[in-house]
T-cell receptor
């Protein structure tokens, strides 16, 4: 199994500001993903974080709003830009091993006022 | 996530078996997963099954896969109060093998 950590674990932010969430995996993974879980909802994929190249975004998510970096096989960041209250969610990163197990970080609970 | 469907709620008595059902749509899915989420916590990977299998057992957990009907189930034997949580099924699809999640089933275990 893999251990995935995220920082910060939670934050309260003002409208119009940006927050960068860090995700660290304790072992190399083939794929890393970012998901959003809105209150009381299921998980929705935001993007696939590609090492050394631009992330692949799902429909409804754009790079200007959610820029993502993945400089190596174990680390990725997600920025939530120009935040509004509708961005209040839990943001989770996940990593997928070559054995197809996909693990999740504990999530970052974001509240935008 | 609407392509993967689960019932929203399930209540069982402590000691009984729980069966959580899931239907999916993509016949090309290679792996199907079950995750558990406790209040305020992240997702814990419980088990997963490869699409060419029809059953997988891991201690109290049994996964059944009916590929023809695109139906997946998770059976928890001897359900305990600590099993109370939301259970998500997820199918793996797409070029990056990303996960598409169901809505989650809230399992409540009654004493």
């Amino acid at each position: 199994s893999a251990v995935i950590s995220q920082k910060p674990s939670r934050d309260i932010c003002q409208r119009g500001t940006s927050l960068t969430i860090q995700c660290q995996v304790d072992s190399q993974v083939t794929m890393m993903f970012w998901y959003r879980q809105q209150p009381g909802q299921s998980l929705t994929l935001i993007a696939t974080a590609n090492q050394g190249s631009e992330a692949t975004y799902e429909s409804g998510f754009v790079i200007d709003k959610f820029p993502i970096s993945r400089p190596n096989l174990t680390f990725s960041t997600l920025t939530v830009s120009n935040m509004s209250p509708e961005d209040s969610s839990i943001y989770l990163c996940s990593g997928k091993h070559t054995n197809n197990e996909q693990f999740f970080g504990p999530g970052t609970r974001l509240t935008v006022l | 996530g609407e392509d993967v469907e689960q019932s929203l709620f399930l209540s069982v008595r402590e000691g009984d078996s729980s069966v959580i059902n899931c239907t999916y749509t993509d016949s090309s899915s290679t792996y199907l997963y079950w995750y558990k989420q406790e209040p305020g916590a992240g997702l814990q990977l419980l088990t997963y099954i490869f699409s060419n299998m029809d059953m997988k057992q891991d201690q109290r957990l049994t996964v059944l896969l009916n590929k023809k009907d695109k139906h997946l189930s998770l059976r928890i034997a001897d359900t305990q109060t600590g099993d109370s949580a939301i259970y998500f099924c997820a199918e793996e699809r797409g070029s990056a093998r990303q996960l598409t999640f169901g809505s989650g089933t809230q399992l409540t275990v009654l004493p």
